[in-house]
């Protein structure tokens, strides 16, 4: 009797449970929502929200859900965030995600629980080579892709020699390896600081007896306004020039300010492009919000998106797993940065701008769009990666 | 790297300036350790407070100076109510008790100013003033806004080395170190005492933290880490000693910032580029325990002990 009643309720307790599946899209967005990498997170928030406000609370026809987590910036939290949404909330897409330390620690949990994950920010190269998986795509960039870009640019100016900082964590290692991978000129010094160090004087002093033709740093979020603001406050800006990758952007800009007119960024997007579907994702975004977005929110946007073409192309049937891989892979969506294609890795084969950050006229400062430094550019792991 | 004169007199320049934030930040706490013998581990939440009102204030008022008070008074009054409250009834209890409680008082107090100010960090401008940089050595600008913290702190030593040789106060207080009981059974009132006693370190704390926050994220939590930098220079300094934790300070302050600097350089002269590379960050960050670890091994009391107990 008793085995009969449990058999009984653990039937209707897997009906109730796969109903409810069949019913609700369950996105899990893991970002940095606190500290000094929060202005980043927000852009995350922000950029998911307002595109499944636009797709009417719908992904694929099916109702829409976004869970959110808090990393901390912080590996064991992001990871014990992730195992947490694929066990017990059982999300069908992972999305977010801002440090690359942060996304090697929660990488295996959620590929392994078969969900398919969007990455919205960082890139580290073991996930673009060797670890690569079928169920894992970037929506944003590999690391080493913006400042081989900007490593480039530097090169084409004669740019003798340069001074290079970054964080010491995956992603900043990654940044400074993608530059050198480009760049022909003098390294003076490769430098790395720890990843919540405040204070950057000691490195600045540095610096100025180091004597460089300019600086080339990576430092996201509130590390970038600590350490520009702290870099014009050393008066080091009208003597070495500073370049750099997702330090000067529109999170960091607001605070920073006249500190980096002038200066150079290398990126995938900025809001300053002139295509059709990024002129209105901007202006949604700030009427909705009340700033201007940075990469983070555009990249967490196509996120959004392309797991809703995913979900349509399998007509809402979430157990095709296959199916959605092979709809995200297409990347049939308006993207904010114009083409995107993926390679076969699943990262993003796309332009990389170089922007000056400049005075808008409403006083902002915002990165203008100079030129194209490398077009249609694919990162330096995919022939790393076993998937064809 | 070529390493001149000038190079390391600059790099002693910003060990100093990093040594007298730790000093303000160490003196509330030898002294509430020295003479109340009371763990605070809360200490690095007045500093937080301090560069979260001054911030704010700075938004509102518009001017440095207004904010800096206001974190001072904020903190100030901060500090005497948490001493009201719940530190009175924890004099008498053991050291784990205290630790309990001010640990949780840490944790408190950064979920509320999230609460109140938002999880995403605050930034202050340095003041318009101050923003320039003034040439000491020849061909190495330095930031104005730093040497005015140089100065300040300095001033906030002096100040506080006069009240504790010279005013009736610094007797009490020096003789509250010494024996406790005695000074009560004088007619003193002790409680009151410790009342402003604890208030002194709260605004000094807070100063550090108004001083901080034009240069740093100013964010919850923020105060952890200088808590345990604290730590280590009053236990280098020698517990409920003002002179040993200016001393302290400063020495933890230059070691850190010349370990961090020329310890890569330095091991690159003797081992490979990748070995300094790695090796050189790695022992840099370590460098300050080493130090108190030596300290201690040869003066357990840590430099300059109070007399008795």
């Known amino acids: 009797m008793n085995g009969k009643l449990l058999a009984a309720l653990s039937a209707l307790c897997l009906m109730s449970s796969t109903s409810y599946g069949a019913d609700t899209v369950k996105i899990g967005l893991i970002t940095t929502l606190s500290g000094p990498g929060g202005v980043m997170g927000r852009n995350h928030r922000d950029g998911a929200n307002l595109a499944l406000e636009q797709l009417g609370g719908k992904?694929?026809?099916?109702?829409?859900?976004?869970?959110?987590?808090?990393?901390?910036?912080?590996?064991?939290?992001?990871?014990?965030?992730?195992?947490?949404?694929?066990?017990?909330?059982?999300?069908?897409?992972?999305?977010?995600?801002?440090?690359?330390?942060?996304?090697?620690?929660?990488?295996?949990?959620?590929?392994?629980?078969?969900?398919?994950?969007?990455?919205?920010?960082?890139?580290?190269?073991?996930?673009?080579?060797?670890?690569?998986?079928?169920?894992?795509?970037?929506?944003?960039?590999?690391?080493?892709?913006?400042?081989?870009?900007?490593?480039?640019?530097?090169?084409?100016?004669?740019?003798?020699?340069?001074?290079?900082?970054?964080?010491?964590?995956?992603?900043?290692?990654?940044?400074?390896?993608?530059?050198?991978r480009y760049y022909k000129g003098k390294i003076v010094a490769e430098l790395y600081t720890n990843l919540n160090q405040p204070d950057y004087q000691a490195e600045l002093s540095q610096i100025r007896f180091a004597k460089p033709k300019a600086v080339f740093v990576f430092y996201p979020g509130g590390l970038g306004i600590q350490f520009i603001k702290q870099y014009a406050q050393a008066g080091l800006q009208k003597d070495f020039p500073l370049y750099s990758v997702y330090t000067q952007n529109e999170t960091t800009l607001p605070a920073i300010g006249a500190a980096a007119n002038g200066n150079f960024e290398t990126g995938f997007w900025s809001p300053d492009l002139k295509n059709p579907a990024n002129v209105a994702f901007v202006k949604a975004f700030r009427a909705k919000y009340g700033y201007m977005p940075a990469d983070y929110a555009a990249s967490s946007y196509d996120a959004v998106n392309l797991i809703d073409s995913a979900v349509k192309a399998v007509n809402g049937d979430l157990s095709d797993k296959k199916g959605m891989i092979a709809a995200i892979k297409q990347a049939k969506i308006h993207s904010v940065r114009g083409d995107l294609k993926f390679n076969n890795n699943h990262f993003p084969i796309e332009n990389f701008y170089l922007f000056k950050i400049v005075k808008a006229a409403d006083g902002s400062y915002i990165r203008k769009e100079e030129s194209v430094v490398l077009a249609n550019h694919g990162d330096s792991y995919a022939s790393k990666c076993p998937m064809k | 790297m070529n390493i001149n004169i000038f190079f390391l007199l600059e790099q002693l320049l910003n060990g100093v300036q990093f040594g007298v934030m730790l000093f303000l930040i160490s003196a509330g706490l030898t002294l509430v350790f020295g003479i109340m013998n009371l763990i605070n581990l809360a200490h690095g939440v007045l500093y937080m407070l301090g560069a979260y009102i001054c911030a704010s204030v700075i938004q509102a008022s518009g001017s440095f100076l207004v904010g800096v008070a206001a974190a001072i008074v904020g903190s100030l009054a901060a500090g005497i109510v948490i001493e009201l409250v719940t530190f009175r009834p924890l004099y008498r209890r053991t050291h784990l008790d205290q630790v309990l409680v001010t640990f949780g008082l840490t944790l408190f107090f950064n979920e509320l100013v999230r609460i109140i100010w938002g999880p995403t960090a605050l930034y202050a401008a340095v003041p318009a003033a101050l923003s320039g940089q003034i040439d000491i050595l020849p061909g190495a600008p330095y930031p104005t806004y730093r040497l005015v913290i140089i100065g300040t702190g300095i001033l906030a030593a002096v100040f506080l080395y006069a009240l504790v040789s010279y005013t009736r106060i610094g007797m009490l207080i020096r003789a509250g170190a010494s024996n406790r009981v005695m000074v009560e059974a004088l007619g003193v009132n002790i409680k009151l005492l410790y009342t402003f006693i604890f208030g002194l370190g709260a605004a000094l704390a807070a100063l550090a933290g108004a001083l901080a926050g034009p240069i740093l994220a100013i964010e919850s939590g923020m105060g952890n880490g200088m808590l345990i930098l604290a730590l280590v220079v009053i236990v280098i300094g020698g517990i409920g000693s003002i002179r040993g934790a200016f001393i302290a300070s400063i020495l933890v302050g230059t070691v850190d910032t010349l370990g961090r600097t020329m310890l890569r350089p330095l091991f690159a002269t003797f081992l490979s580029q990748a070995t300094a590379d790695q090796a050189g960050p790695a022992i840099a960050s370590m460098l300050i325990y080493l130090l108190m670890a030596f300290i201690l091994f040869f003066r357990p009391q840590g430099l300059f002990p109070p007399r008795i107990r």
Not at chain 1, 104 to 118: N, Q
Not at chain 1, 121 to 130: D, N, R, Y
Not at chain 1, 162 to 176: E, H, K, Q
Request: proline fraction near 5%.
């Open chain 1, 59 to 180: 992904i694929g026809n099916l109702k829409g859900e976004i869970i959110y987590a808090d990393d901390e910036q912080k590996p064991d939290v992001g990871r014990q965030a992730a195992e947490q949404m694929v066990k017990q909330d059982k999300v069908d897409f992972v999305t977010g995600v801002i440090f690359s330390n942060v996304l090697l620690a929660l990488y295996r949990p959620v590929i392994d629980s078969g969900a398919i994950m969007v990455g919205a920010s960082g890139g580290p190269h073991e996930v673009a080579g060797e670890m690569c998986s079928p169920n894992f795509f970037s929506a944003s960039w590999q690391n080493d892709q913006a400042p081989e870009a900007m490593g480039k640019y530097m090169t084409d100016q004669k740019i003798q020699s340069v001074f290079l900082m970054a964080p010491n964590f995956a992603a900043g290692r990654d940044m400074l390896a993608g530059f050198k």
